[in-house]
């Protein structure tokens, strides 16, 4: 029993760090550009555009006041498009990764506007271009805050993935959902609780030594 329990646990924590690691790779991928986009098209900023900043804005903040669950059920059919299915850890990956594109685009945006604007002006006056002002200032200054910003990410990517288990997406939550929760294993429901500590622990364990090394 004890060794059966064990080989499930191990499968579904091997499917949630699949969820999260993949879509907060997509995260980073969208969401990174998408706050350097917003930074940059700001009034003030490298290259002024209210209305495409304001277009941006009205976008992520759109996705981000939608509640989990509800993304979750009202992009199956998209889900199925790409995916070919509903159901499953690859499916998953789809509506987590529409979810922390703009989560993690607004952290990251906040981190890009902490950035001494000092430097920036001196690169500018030195005939520094937009893109090299990106490029050398304000990503490297403010990729400790983007590294703690996507360590906040992942995690919360974890407790989503969890949730996700609901509609049968696979991983810790569905394990705790329908040996936990439906067959009232208590052991099963504590030792998925157990592991998502821990995986929460080593995540911001891992952010934190990455940010402190490179601040």
């Known amino acids: ?18 969820m999260v690691l993949a879509s907060g790779l997509i995260s980073v991928l969208g969401g990174l550009p998408l706050a350097v986009l917003l930074i940059v098209t700001a009034p003030g900023g490298l290259y ?15 996705v981000r006041a939608v509640p989990f669950m509800i993304l979750l ?8 498009l790409i995916a070919g299915t509903a159901l499953g850890t690859g499916a998953a990956i789809v509506p987590l990764a529409i979810a922390a594109v703009p989560y993690f685009a607004r952290i990251a945006e906040v981190s ?26 304000l990503l ?20 989503a993935s969890a949730m996700a288990g609901v509609i049968g997406a696979g991983g810790l939550g569905d394990l705790a959902i329908r040996y936990g929760y439906q067959r009232f294993n208590t052991t099963v429901m504590l ?3 157990a592991v998502l500590i821990v995986m929460v622990t080593i995540l ?7 940010a402190r090394r490179l601040a």
């Open 1 to 18: 029993m004890f060794r059966l329990i064990a080989d499930l646990i191990l499968r579904a924590t091997g499917e949630t760090l699949e």
């Open 191 to 193: 030792s998925v609780v």
């Open 140 to 159: 490297p200054e403010a990729l400790p805050g983007l590294i703690s910003g996507f360590t906040v990410t992942l995690i919360t990517l974890v407790g």
């Open 112 to 137: 890009l506007r902490e950035v001494d604007q000092g430097l920036v002006d001196a690169v500018r006056a030195m005939g520094g271009t937009r893109w090299m002002t990106v490029r050398y200032v």
């Open 48 to 62: 002024p555009l209210p209305a495409l900043s304001r277009a941006l804005a009205l976008a992520v903040d759109a």
């Open 204 to 210: 911001q364990w891992i952010g934190n030594r990455l």
């Open 73 to 80: 059920v009202l992009l199956i059919p998209l889900t199925r």
